[in-house]
């Protein structure tokens, strides 16, 4: 029997990132009414729940008022399995009135991005909720800036000593 080969490696690689937070946005879930923004497209076992697959393409607006505008969608799928729900860039935790979703990944200016959603629930509506959330995360930046160093300084062990790095003259 062949065993797993995997291998994790320190890197000293210089990488940018960003940390972003955003708070005071409320998501509308609204899964009843004449315009749901979710559907099942699998239905799960009829006694526990287990394997209902949900498509969503929740709004995320950055107030309540009718001036509130649209910043974002979550979109996706989550998949019930036990008290837990999955998703390919939202790990979900169990369905309470408050918790934590993980970001897991993202794209554009949030590629690779991780961090937490806290989530509550602000109002019930008979035809869904509106949740507030805070997030908070980072990412790795992929394109756009460079940043050049401007010192240089020993990477690792006790040796070594930090110096400026010296700009060529343009003539």
């Known amino acids: 029997m062949a065993s797993a080969s995997f291998s994790i490696i320190p890197s000293s690689a210089l990488m940018e990132g ?74 979900m935790g169990v369905p309470v009135e408050g918790g934590e979703w993980s970001i897991v990944g993202g794209t554009g ?11 509550k629930v602000h109002e019930r509506r008979p035809e869904g909720n509106i949740i507030e959330l805070t997030v908070h995360g980072f990412c790795t930046s992929l394109k756009g800036r460079k940043f050049v160093p401007i010192k240089v300084g020993p990477w690792g062990g006790n040796g070594g000593t930090p110096r400026d790095i010296k700009r060529l003259q343009r003539g």
């Open 109 to 119: 200016e949030f590629a690779m991005a991780s961090g937490v959603i806290y989530k």
């Open 18 to 91: 960003m940390e972003f937070s955003f708070c005071n946005l409320y998501l509308h879930h609204t899964y009843g009414g004449p315009k749901p923004n979710q559907s099942t497209i699998v239905s799960g076992n009829g006694s526990t729940g287990l394997g209902s697959t949900v498509a969503n393409n929740w709004v995320v607006y950055d107030g309540l008022g009718s001036d509130a505008k649209a910043v974002a969608h979550a979109q996706g799928l989550h998949i019930y399995a036990g008290n837990w729900h999955n998703s390919f860039s939202l790990v």
